[in-house]
């Protein structure tokens, strides 16, 4: 991955070359500026910045938008790592592992307890 310094970016804010720095990655968005649904004047307005995720985050855009943003990566801003990275919404993980065993495994014993309790204590 290129490490890209924030000062490089600074020089690419013209309709020429586009780069919008979003989550610490670097996206040249020159390409796209015409086909953007928002028009091209916001992006380019964020473009250059050192940070537009929270322009880019304010907008609410769908997944899809977020999608088209892996094509157009250049690389990572230097010492991005420290950059808090907000994770794509992603479908959140089915309901298994032993987080979830540790409470049905108890519950599915009480159940067994109570029905054989119920049926050989029963006078
Ligand atoms: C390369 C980065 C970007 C991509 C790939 C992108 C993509 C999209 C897409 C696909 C939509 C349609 C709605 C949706 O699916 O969410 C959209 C709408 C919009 N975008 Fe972006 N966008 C980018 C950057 C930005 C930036 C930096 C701004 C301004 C800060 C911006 C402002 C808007 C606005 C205002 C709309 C709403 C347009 C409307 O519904 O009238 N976008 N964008």
């Given at each position: 991955?290129?490490?890209?310094?924030?000062?490089?970016?600074?020089?690419?804010?013209?309709?020429?070359?586009?780069?919008?720095?979003?989550?610490?990655?670097?996206?040249?968005?020159?390409?796209?500026?015409?086909?953007?649904?928002?028009?091209?004047?916001?992006?380019?307005?964020?473009?250059?910045?050192?940070?537009?995720?929270?322009?880019?985050?304010?907008?609410?855009?769908?997944?899809?938008?977020?999608?088209?943003?892996?094509?157009?990566?250049?690389?990572?801003?230097?010492?991005?790592?420290?950059?808090?990275?907000?994770?794509?919404?992603?479908?959140?993980?089915?309901?298994?592992?032993?987080?979830f065993?540790a409470v049905l495994?108890?519950i599915?014993?009480?159940?067994?307890?109570?029905?054989?309790?119920?049926?050989?204590?029963?006078?």
């Open positions: 991955m290129t490490i890209i310094n924030i000062a490089d970016v600074a020089a690419h804010k013209t309709r020429d070359s586009a780069w919008l720095v979003l989550n610490g990655k670097v996206y040249d968005a020159t390409k796209f500026l015409d086909e953007h649904p928002g028009g091209d004047e916001v992006i380019l307005s964020e473009c250059g910045k050192p940070d537009a995720t929270e322009a880019f985050d304010d907008i609410g855009h769908s997944d899809e938008a977020r999608a088209l943003l892996a094509d157009m990566l250049v690389g990572t801003v230097e010492g991005a790592a420290e950059i808090k990275q907000k994770p794509v919404p992603t479908r959140p993980a089915a309901n298994t592992g032993p987080g065993n495994v108890p599915a014993l009480l159940g067994a307890y109570l029905a054989w309790r119920a049926y050989f204590l029963s006078p």
